[in-house]
């Protein structure tokens, strides 16, 4: 079985808003389909996996997933809190900059955890409430509430966490990253997308991530191997496929390289 895609905004939607089911279970690992699920639990105990990291489930917390990231959800107690969904092309960069600021602040993080105190219930109802009955001025009240919502989350977060400073040419790459990764495996095929020189990115990806360019390629090409060795029950011909090796046995050498096993001793160690 390939990994599952879900697409809770159909019919063209590029904004949503809803409760948390309130119900205890237990999700299959799964992808978003190009759109930001932002999560604010005010009740619940449990897990939460995105990616290859686990978070045990505390709330009141705020989680943000991006486009394409992997998560799935084991409750223990019944959870409570709202889910706002949207896509990039919600947010206008020339109209709405401080909105698109806080969020490309606030995408730098993955969890939250929130006090009892700010936890925002007052201005999550209203968004709901608004979303459910939209008027003339809605969308923009709407942003205004969404923007005020980034705002305490980043707020909170920043109290214990520094906020360090980003380059604009490593978040082009990070966001080149995201897109071309399983298919661009090479530094100089980004640098080139970049219209800039290897030597360059690789420079700058060691002083802001602490890793070359290289080493993050790899990185994210390692983590999305591992999605489908441990998420689908596709053979190694069919992964090296989809990750654009050019065949099984380079995609068992570079997952070898990085992981110290093969794809099958990994996928083993899990399901024996």
Not at 60 to 67: A, I
Not at 246 to 263: C, L, N, Q
Request: aromatic fraction near 12%; glycine fraction near 4%.
């Amino acid at each position: 079985m390939e990994l599952d895609v879900k697409n809770k905004l159909e019919g063209g939607l590029t904004f949503k808003v809803s409760r948390f089911k309130e119900v205890i279970k237990k999700t299959r690992p799964h992808k978003h389909d190009a759109y930001f699920e932002l999560v604010f639990l005010s009740e619940g105990e449990g897990f939460h996996w995105i990616e290859e990291e686990e978070f045990r489930v505390t709330a009141p917390e705020f989680y943000l997933l991006q486009p394409g990231q992997v998560h799935y959800w084991q409750f223990t107690a019944v959870p409570k809190g709202f889910v706002v969904l949207f896509t990039e092309e919600e947010l206008d960069a020339l109209t709405e900059r401080s909105l698109v600021d806080l969020h490309r602040r606030l995408s730098a993080r993955r969890r939250v955890v929130l006090t009892r105190e700010g936890f925002p219930q007052a201005l999550l109802a209203a968004l709901y409430r608004e979303y459910k009955a939209p008027a003339r001025f809605s969308r923009a009240f709407m942003h205004g509430l969404l923007q005020a919502l980034m705002a305490m989350v980043l707020q909170q977060a920043e109290a214990v966490e520094e906020d360090l400073p980003r380059s604009s040419l490593f978040d082009r790459f990070k966001s080149l990253l995201m897109q071309e990764g399983p298919r661009l495996h090479r530094v100089s095929d980004y640098a080139e997308k970049l219209h800039t020189t290897p030597q360059n990115l690789n420079g700058i990806c060691r002083r802001q991530a602490g890793l070359s360019a290289g080493a993050l390629i790899a990185r994210d090409l390692l983590l999305e191997a591992k999605r489908y060795v441990l998420h689908t029950d596709l053979t190694m011909n069919e992964i090296a496929d989809l990750l654009h090796f050019s065949d099984a046995s380079h995609f068992v050498k570079f997952f070898k390289r990085h992981e110290g096993i093969t794809p099958l001793q990994f996928r083993n160690q899990y399901f024996k």
